[in-house]
């Protein structure tokens, strides 16, 4: 198939060529997470009779961090729509801790540890930061957990702590992104679909989401999957990466190697 990441020790991925440069994305990083828990196989889908993503392949190690790398366009938003339901592929596989996913209810890939926070942070602007937290975990029927999830993510966060009764559209604009998070958080994920987490924030404010998403995937084993156009901050925190352009993996490899690689940086990165 085409745009595919796996492959063999040694190599980085580029255009459907193999290029010997180094640890693999599914090798290096596979390594450090201890097995798969996201593959996906052929991914086809769009909108409406025009198609995105073209054949996409990924292989996500658990407890890793994954960036997605590419321009504007190229597909990187609907991957994660797609793998999160909220639109439907339309050929292809995503096996999710070894079951088959694809044509999954929203609702089911949030009970099976799937959350999604997408890019403009989603914070319901009438409701208070307590009552945007819960949403989290409407759908979870340990009480007692989901509030000690809920005291977790004020550990995490605390700005928000501190303005906890304050509602949505009275906060800054790294604060919403910190409850958007903090909300998807409260759903206890094993998967964490991320995209453009940094997007309109400070330079320090950003520094710190992506420190914070470090700690976690060191922390607590969460896996994360994140699309991010500051490539610098992305490869800084993620284990591998993949390349995305015109909806194809047209590179991946571990972190460190994507950044070495001065010929890709150039051609699908921009520095």
């Not at 694809?102 to 997408?118: F, K, M, S, T």
């Not at 409850?179 to 997007?199: H, I, K, Y």
């Not at 699309?227 to 925190?237: I, K, T």
Request: charged share 25%.
């Amino acid at each position: 198939m085409s745009g595919g990441i796996t492959a063999g020790a040694g190599d980085i991925v580029t255009g459907g060529d193999t290029v010997t440069r180094g640890d693999t994305a599914t090798g290096e990083a596979g390594a450090a997470g201890g097995g798969v828990l996201l593959e996906v196989r052929g991914l086809v889908a769009g909108y409406g009779a025009v198609p995105v993503l073209h054949e996409v392949d990924l292989t996500i190690p658990t407890g890793t961090i994954t960036a997605v790398l590419g321009a504007n366009g190229a597909g990187k938003t609907t991957l994660l729509r797609a793998l999160s339901g909220l639109i439907r592929p339309t050929a292809g596989r995503i096996r999710f801790d070894g079951a088959e996913l694809r044509d999954a209810r929203v609702e089911h890939l949030v009970r099976r540890g799937l959350a999604h926070v997408p890019e403009g942070r989603g914070v319901v602007a009438e409701l208070t930061v307590d009552e945007n937290l819960r949403l989290g975990g409407l759908w979870r029927r340990d009480r007692q957990d989901a509030r000690r999830a809920l005291a977790e993510v004020y550990d995490l966060f605390e700005p928000l702590a501190r303005r906890r009764r304050h509602a949505g559209h009275q906060l800054s604009g790294g604060e919403r992104q910190m409850l958007a998070l903090g909300r998807a958080l409260v759903a206890r994920p094993r998967l964490l679909l991320l995209d453009e987490p940094s997007l309109g924030l400070a330079p320090r404010v950003t520094a710190q989401i992506m420190a914070l998403l470090g700690r976690l995937r060191d922390g607590t084993g969460l896996t994360v999957l994140l699309v991010e156009q500051n490539v610098r901050g992305a490869l800084a925190v993620a284990d591998q990466g993949v390349v995305m352009s015109l909806g194809r993996v047209v590179a991946a490899a571990g972190a460190a190697r994507l950044r070495d690689d001065e010929e890709l940086r150039h051609a699908y990165l921009g520095f």
